[in-house]
């Protein structure tokens, strides 16, 4: 598990308390009853804080997936 | 604490049996990241208790204040904002911000401010409230460029420091220091308009955790503490009085001495709102006496009692002042120019709050004055601060006479010439018997506290019965000093609260307080909630002296047995109401 896949975890974990790691790698809108509007939006603050980032409104509306969170996180330019 | 903590600070489990602490957040917009960062703020500050936050309808800051004024809850945090006084304040609504318009916002906002008053004023009555008045800054409707108040924003800021004005003269009611938020909280940083359009939450992280930091804190309003303990070379003068002499310390600006005069002017405001100040200094008491009388120090050596003045460990001028001041070191603050005597004292009395005063350092000085003032601040001034140290001076003179050669502890009560007079009223406004009941630990029937709202709960059951004690004799008044609380069922009594300040110690005011509540009621015997406290020593062994051994759990006291209290020579009187 790299750096950004172990911050997100905790994001995640943060909104997902019932979830283990495993199942938290696998998490997506459709797959996780649990994630409603509430939990989005708490998601998107979490991982804007924890990365230090502001996520456009056209980005957010992409993001509904560990996996695809992800990928998008690793997909921004790095930081000096 | 990052948003992320809170929610892990939330995770944490607790008893099953944890008591809850039910707290209604009010606000007009979505409460979302600020219900969280105040439930986890709460749980900070009451690591015992269960946070339930319960919020209202978005967008109806008004109604749901009204709704609050009949819910149950032990507090309420309310947040208002611009947009809460007029919608077209906010962002979110598009009501126009043409010039003509301009003047019915106004007119709306100050309708919207009586009306927002009016409904905190009636649920004060039942609930403590703390308050947030608007953090966020105004959008750029106004004519006039953004670096120019025009009328608009200054009719605005008028309004909202109106209502600020008014409701912080209402008892209940705890208004956030916009200065404090400024600090904490940079103006610039506060507004996260993407949540706002896409949430309707408009705080960024930062702010709202700030701002229920702020709002938890006042909920639990921390107790201030009692006492300081100051040296005085370097510290409340500058210079060594022994070294220059006493023309040349000084205070003032002159000698590029002004901490010390401010350093002294605080200390002058807080004695004046009874915190006791007393002196521990390595000197030759006569220059401090000269020192006193010749150089008229701003803090007036009235004011300060004991000095203890000595070559002496300062540890153990700590320890005889918090004797003649009969209260723990946790409700005292050391401060000294001395790192070393600091420590020193922090070794022998590890519960102090010490603080090094900075003599080479203006900025860090004037941050000891603002750390002092948040140590002792207080909600209220009451007659009991203004007459503590009188009181205290005087209960150092009863007990002079009372271990002198030719008196007798009986003769001394006799000639006390005391009077003590009892209250039966149940007055939720008076602040008094509630602070006796969270601050008293030596004579404590049980250390059981009370929130403002669980207390004005208890006062409205029926059958609760509670009696405020005062009293005085001829060394002076020493205010309201006990208070019995609890129910009554017939012939019997349950005592839930007994509280006896230390001040009023060995006088037989608890004989006196017991014997006319048994005559008031007519009551055969009074079960008392006891529980064994690490601190209610005192207590403790009056009830082991009137039962014959010692108390345990579920303890009562019969009327026979009140023929084994001594006599009271004091004259007991029963005031109808204040």
Redesign the interface.
Known sequence: MNDAQRRLS??FS??F?GLSREQISAVSVETTEAWDS?AS??LI??IQ??FGI?LE?DA?DHLVSFGAILDYLNGLPERS | MKLVEAIETLEQSLPPQSPLLHVQLACGFTPLHLSTFLSAHLRLEFPDRKIVIRTGVFGNLAGNLERLENADADAVAVSVEWQDLDPRLGIRRLGGWAPKQLPDIVRNARAQADRVSESLERIAQSKMIALALPTLPLPPLAFTPGWQAGSLESDLRGIVAELSSRLARVAGIRIVSAQRLDRISPPPARFDIQSELRTGFPYSLNHADALAGLLARMIRNPSPKKGLITDLDDTLWMGILGEVGVENIAWDLDHHAQKHGLYQQMLASLAAAGVLIAVASKNDPALVEEAFHKATPILDQHRIFPLEIHWGAKSESVARILRAWNIGADSVVFVDDSALDLAEVKAAHPEIECRLFPRDNDKAAYELLEDLRDLFGKQALSQEDEIRLESLRAAHAANEADVSPRSSPERFLKEAGGKLQLSFAKNPADPRPLELINKTNQFNLNGKRHTEASWKRYLSEPQVFVLVASYEDKFGPLGKIAVLAGRRDGGMLRLDHWVLSCRAFSRRIEHGCLLRLFEKFDAQEAACDFVATPRNGPLQEFFTELLGAAPGPGCSIRRKQLLKCPPVYFEIQEVADE
């Open positions: 905790r994001c943060a909104v308390p509430v939006v708490t603050s979490l804080e924890e502001d409104t957010i």
